[in-house]
């Protein structure tokens, strides 16, 4: 293929700013590759370990590596090329309509040698899986200068020590529930190929929001609902002759397994009739939609309000390392406050709505992860409605809790259901206090499905049980609207932030933290592993008598400058791995040495160490010494 020809730009990440493996950081890079896919346990957990380096998006495995490049058209459209294949292309099945319901999960693990009539004990091997739009969520992620240098996606049921678990690039855990309900939507069950980075987008197309001057998904200038906009409206589900909602309300189901509420819909809708009213009279996916990468809630949320990939919104991971400033940010374990992360050259679904609108348009986040732009958002501290109302309110409701999580011991799922009931209290107060003029959105996250799929697992019998009670809260928001007069003006979306697998809870598997305890320095936020490195910079005079080497810090200050680092000890070896020569370096980083004429380049060669940042060591002409990978992992396998 002639790139050129077709009027393609190859496409690399967008921002740089440290992610990914510069040359300075192939030593560590390999040795962290080697860490999670050549050293048990992890590499009996780690299903892929992915970076950037040199040009090409790399995503390694014990099956077979390939490294890939990103395209873009004169349109703004993305395609994709493998440019390297070692064995078996880890990521090539990319169908996004595999294991979508609980007959496929347990026909998925029978195939993977783990045969069970229990869909909450269904555990897949990577080989049954599929990887939707893999290369697209790959290289959206080292677009933002906070992504990691290598991200692990680990087996599907390896990842933590509660019975449910996500975060990984399989299709169990990144596919989610999507359903239209309300004006302008076709009813039905669609077949779609559909994205998460497609919600916003379709609401926009929908509502009649207006396009601007923007963002398409290569960067490039074009005509957008959002500022940044990765996905495309769903078309196939609008009905441009049903009328235009005057309202819309998501409601964000966390953590709901798309294939537990698909079997709920069809074999128990009576347990769920708000939801399965929502169904019946609005368009339903059938496989749902493919959530961003990393399938988590802080990146996903806020891939769902933008219509923007992660690494384009800049809310990578629940914890993610800036680099610039030497501080790592674990933004949902804050909770609070933490719209400032998010990346202002995209737009949310409050601000879409606002501008379009004008003065007086009220929206509002109830526990939404994000809700930069809304009127009402209580995690960024903005509070509508008479706040004494909402904290008596709140303390009448506080008892309809389920007994069963008392009974089975489970105090976590109380507490996610007391924030589930300070939820419906908000919306309450901000509904009175509006009066007759409803905010025009709303995003509203119901955290108990969540919960209970971590604590009891996606199809157990205590996450159905979360379901139903959280169906009852959906009805009491539409028995709201009902008596407002706002139920048949109003555009329902009900999604999720990403699925929930089954995890063998005996493993105690957590892959993405086994380079450390092999002794790789770094920063580890599951699932991304972002490298303390060396910047080591190595003159020889031209007589060989002298050799200079300056040690900084890999990571650059804001100003782009990599600081200089003391105390690091040099070491010069010659042949024989004989020392020549040692010390520790100064404030600039910089030392000096005398050299024997007599050692060539190839034979001398330098070592640094310091407390913190793995160790580097490289001839004197620059070369690295490290081990070969491809070698070590695929000795038996065929290019």
Not at 227 to 244: T, Y
Not at 619 to 631: E, F
Request: hydrophobic share 40%; aromatic share 6%.
């Amino acid at each position: 293929m002639n790139r050129e020809s077709d009027n393609m730009r190859e496409h690399g990440p967008e921002r740089r700013g440290g992610q990914g493996l510069d040359p300075h950081q192939y030593d560590s890079g390999d040795a962290t590759i080697l860490a999670l896919l050549a050293e048990t346990p992890a590499a009996d957990y780690a299903d892929l370990a992915i970076t950037w380096r040199d040009d090409a998006y790399e995503v390694w495995s014990r099956r077979g590596m390939i490294r890939f490049k990103r395209f873009a058209d004169a349109r703004g459209a993305l395609s994709f090329e493998v440019v390297e294949q070692i064995g078996e292309n880890p990521i090539a099945n990319q169908d996004p309509f595999i294991v979508s319901t609980i007959a496929d999960e347990l026909d998925a693990a029978a195939r993977s040698g783990n045969r069970t009539d229990d869909p909450n004990r269904a555990y897949f091997e990577p080989r049954v899986l599929s990887h939707p739009y893999a290369y697209e969520r790959i290289a959206q992620l080292f677009d933002s200068p906070r992504a990691p240098d290598v991200v692990v996606s680990p087996k599907a049921y390896a990842y933590g020590i509660q019975p449910g678990q996500h975060g990984a690039l399989d299709i169990v855990q990144c596919r989610a529930p999507l359903i239209f309900s309300g004006p302008g939507v076709r009813r039905g069950l669609f077949k779609l190929n559909a994205r998460q980075v497609d919600v916003a987008p379709t609401i926009a197309r929908i509502a009649g929001l207006p396009k601007i001057a923007g963002l398409d998904a290569s960067g490039a200038p074009a005509e957008v609902y959002l500022k940044r906009q990765d996905g495309q409206p769903l078309d196939e589900i609008i009905d441009d002759n049903a009328g235009r909602p005057r309202h819309v309300y998501m409601i964000l189901l966390d953590g709901q397994s798309h294939s537990e509420l698909r079997h709920q819909l069809e074999n128990n809708p009576g347990a769920i009739p708000n939801l399965a009213g929502l169904v019946e009279r609005g368009a339903m996916l059938s496989h749902g939609s493919i959530v961003n990468f990393p399938s988590i809630t802080w990146p996903s949320h806020s891939t769902i309000l933008t219509g923007a990939w992660c690494g384009h919104h800049d809310v990578v991971n629940p914890t993610f390392h800036l680099r610039e400033h030497r501080e790592t940010v674990p933004i949902q374990g804050n909770v609070f406050e933490g719209e400032r992360y998010l990346n202002h050259d995209v737009e949310t679904l409050y601000e879409a709505f606002q501008r379009a609108g004008g003065a007086g348009t009220i929206t509002a986040s109830i526990h939404e992860p994000q809700g930069r732009g809304a009127d009402h958002a209580a995690f960024e501290r903005r509070i509508v409605g008479d706040k004494a109302r909402l904290k008596a309110l709140t303390g009448d409701m506080i008892s309809d809790v389920s007994p069963r999580w008392a009974a089975d011991n489970m105090p976590g799922m109380t507490r996610e259901e007391v924030v589930d009931i300070r939820g419906m209290a908000q919306l309450i107060t901000l509904f009175e206090h509006c009066s007759g003029d409803a905010p025009v959105f709303v995003a509203h996250e119901f955290v108990l499905t969540d919960g209970a799929g971590h604590d009891y697992g996606p199809h157990h019998e205590g996450q159905r049980e979360a379901l139903y009670r959280t169906d009852k809260r959906i009805g009491a928001v539409l028995d709201l609207f009902r008596a407002r007069g706002l139920l048949e003006s109003t555009l329902f979306v009900v999604t999720s932030d990403h699925g929930m697998a089954a995890q063998r809870v005996e493993l105690k598997a957590n892959p993405a933290r086994e380079p450390e305890r092999a002794g790789i320095q770094g920063v580890f936020a599951e699932p991304m592993i972002y490298l303390r490195d060396l910047r080591v910079e190595v003159e020889r005079a031209r007589d060989l008598r002298s050799i200079r080497v300056t040690v900084l810090d890999n990571d650059a200050l804001p100003d782009g400058e990599h600081p200089p680092l003391a105390g690091a000890r040099v070491t010069i070896h010659g042949r024989g791995d004989a020392v020549i020569a040692e010390t520790r370096t100064p404030e600039s980083g910089r030392v000096a040495f005398a050299t024997p004429a007599d050692i060539s380049d190839a034979e001398l060669t330098v070592s640094v160490e310091l407390k913190g940042f793995n160790a580097r060591r490289l001839r004197a002409d620059g070369a690295s010494l490290a081990k070969d990978i491809r070698k070590i992992l695929y000795a038996n396998l065929n290019s």
